[in-house]
């Protein structure tokens, strides 16, 4: 009688870290649909430079009009800019995954380097999606305007691909008291932090 209770158990234990091993790759995965409540996600594929990423459907999708926000590459793939009414209401102008890649060499070459013009600060390297990011984190104002950038980077089948976090803002201080808030910094960052934490290489 005890034996039969101790092949219950182990196959109970057995089915438990079989069940793990299937939900664990899902689970370790963010998903966008979490950080911003009710919206499903959409994806975007590139096999070019095969990779994937996951984004809000309610977001606008564009490969035009971005290379201000690329100062490295230079050259759009695509983008991803969150809708203008989560941030109705406050300072918040703009906040985007804008993504660009070029071949030129000594683009590639330097991919992997805090570029000083641009005033870009390495900060680590970050493993997302089976590729290896160098992460790098850099401050620009003018005319009232400041722009928080958060680049990833990394040489992607002979291109260096850049990933950018975007965040634009106004100065408070120029705005009428009592017409708008401060955004929610943490809020919004940690959208665009999801966002690409979804890249997957393919």
């Not at 570029?115 to 390297?125: K, L």
Request: with cysteine; net charge negative; aromatic share 10%.
């Amino acid at each position: 009688m005890k034996q039969w209770w101790l092949v219950i158990v182990l196959a109970v234990i057995l089915i438990a870290f079989g069940v793990y091993d299937v939900v664990k790759p899902f689970s370790s995965t963010p998903v966008v649909a979490d950080i911003i409540a009710g919206t499903p996600n959409a994806t975007y594929t590139n096999s070019q430079l095969g990779f994937s990423l996951q984004y809000p459907s309610t977001a606008t999708s564009s490969a035009f009009d971005f290379t201000g926000y690329l100062p490295l590459t230079q050259t759009p793939v695509t983008s991803f800019v969150l809708p203008a009414d989560m941030s109705a209401g406050t300072n918040l102008g703009q906040a985007g995954v804008y993504i660009g890649a070029t071949t030129s060499p000594s683009i590639v070459t330097t991919c992997a380097t805090a570029q000083q013009n641009s005033g870009e600060i390495a900060t680590t390297s970050a493993t997302i999606g089976g590729t290896v990011f160098s992460v790098f984190t850099s401050n620009d104002a003018g005319a009232g305007n400041f722009y928080e950038t958060k680049s990833y980077r990394a040489v992607v089948n002979g291109s260096c691909l850049e990933i950018n976090e975007t965040l634009h803002s106004g100065n408070i201080g120029n705005y009428t008291p009592g017409t708008v808030t401060e955004f929610d910094h943490a809020k919004f960052s940690g959208i665009l932090d999801a966002i690409v934490q979804t890249y997957q290489s393919l």
